[in-house]
């Protein structure tokens, strides 16, 4: 089992939380993805940030790395998340990305799975330092 290093967005809006869901895959992810070779975690998520929708992001500050199972293969990611202001209206411009959505403390009555880094990780961390109120 390899390990997997990707860069998450925190998008916090009117106390939601932004997620991102691609074709085909019924857990939601938040904005982000692999680091291309010779960049730095916070090129890696505003280059994610626009390629995915069409924006840009303004990193406020890092917020952790958060380790967890990965959500669509057999393999352990360490996901390095900040806090991102969208500069801009965001819009789907990514081909892979179906959804995008911002939910709040009931996601899970309404059948939104997440993957691990994100419900053992990132979410009790942002209720934890207030930046969520849920």
């Not at 967890?68 to 965001?90: C, N, Q, W």
């Not at 997440?114 to 979410?123: A, C, K, Q, R």
Request: charged fraction near 30%.
């Amino acid at each position: 089992m390899g390990t997997i290093h990707n860069v998450g967005a925190v998008v916090i809006e009117n106390d939601t939380f932004l997620l991102v869901r691609q074709f085909g895959r019924d857990v939601w992810t938040s904005l982000g993805g692999h680091l291309e070779a010779g960049e730095s975690e916070e090129e890696a998520l505003k280059r994610e940030i626009r390629e995915e929708l069409g924006c840009a992001g303004d990193i406020v500050r890092k917020l952790g790395d958060f380790r967890a199972k990965a959500a669509h293969d057999d393999a352990e990611v360490v996901l390095a998340t900040f806090l991102v202001r969208l500069i801009g209206d965001p819009a789907i411009t990514d081909p892979e990305i179906e959804e995008l959505r911002f939910i709040g403390p009931d996601f899970e009555r309404q059948g939104i799975l997440l993957p691990e880094s994100i419900t053992h990780g990132v979410l009790p961390y942002c209720i934890r330092s207030g930046l969520l109120h849920w």
